[in-house]
């Protein structure tokens, strides 16, 4: 899940730029300057459930952390904790709803803070390279330690099996992705090129044709998408749901969950690696 990377500093407010101190700033301050146009239309930083909802209230608990005194590093820190143990409230062995619902609650505001950290940052015009290295490693963080989680609550406690080491093939796959992605950055700025390749979404896109469609269609079915912290949490509750509901003595929907997004995992670990090589991003 990507909502928020704090080096996003477009400032609205020109050269007229009068904001309040942060004790003296209202909500509607917090957003006009901590939410820059264009800001929602990130496509591939801006959450989805950013969009929808949380970019509405985060202002309000921005406008709370202002008055409170907290740093933009001091809120990633609370987010990267948030995940974290989220990834260790579905893992307990209790009622798997009941840690579900825990999990799910817990990944809601490692979300919340996600905006706000970011949001904080541009109001205080303190965004930094160690605001993005951090906001970077919170997202690694929290969908392993979620994914992690799933294999236990698949297992049906602390204990070793087969469940837990296929939590823990999906948590590295879902790290590798990100590690791809990442090391293009990496691989760019050593070969001493800019971080971003010219051509804009052209240089995303596959010089392969069949390459193209195979990514195209992907993208459509959005399968990667469940191995995000946000839409895993919503699964796993659901799975926990039904579960209950079908009184299962074992966890068999969220067996079957464990399943697919290990399977998700190391087949779009495969993909993503063939897509950046095939692309234009490395040249």
Known sequence: MEAELPEYSADPSGDDDHRPHRKGAKVADVRRYGQPPGLKDRRNEEHWAGRLYMRDL?????????????????????????????????????????????????????????????????????????GVFLDRIGHYLSEVSLLIGLGFMAQGGWKNG?????????????????????????????????????????ALRPRSTRIALARQAASMLRFHRIIGAVELSLLILAAAVLDTVL?????????????????????????????????????
């Open 162 to 202: 087969g469940w837990v080491e296929l939590g823990l093939v999906a948590a590295l796959g879902a790290a590798l992705i990100k590690a791809e992605t990442d090391n293009v950055v990496v691989a760019r700025a050593k070969s001493g090129l800019t971080a971003d390749p010219s051509g804009g979404d052209r």
């Open 247 to 283: 009184g299962n003595q074992t966890p068999v929907a969220v067996r079957v969950l464990m399943v697919a997004v290990a399977a998700v995992a190391v087949l779009q670990t495969l993909l993503h690696l063939v897509s950046i090589l095939a692309s234009r991003r490395l040249k």
């Open 58 to 130: 985060s202002p309000y608990f921005g406008w709370i952390a202002l008055r409170l005194g907290f740093s933009p590093n001091q809120l990633t820190y609370l987010m990267m904790a948030s995940g974290v143990v989220a990834g260790l409230v579905v893992s307990l062995p209790l009622d798997p709803l009941w840690t579900a619902i825990g999990g799910a609650v817990l990944i809601q505001v490692y979300l919340l803070l996600d905006c706000v950290d970011g949001e904080v940052a541009r109001y205080l015009k303190q965004t930094s390279v160690a």
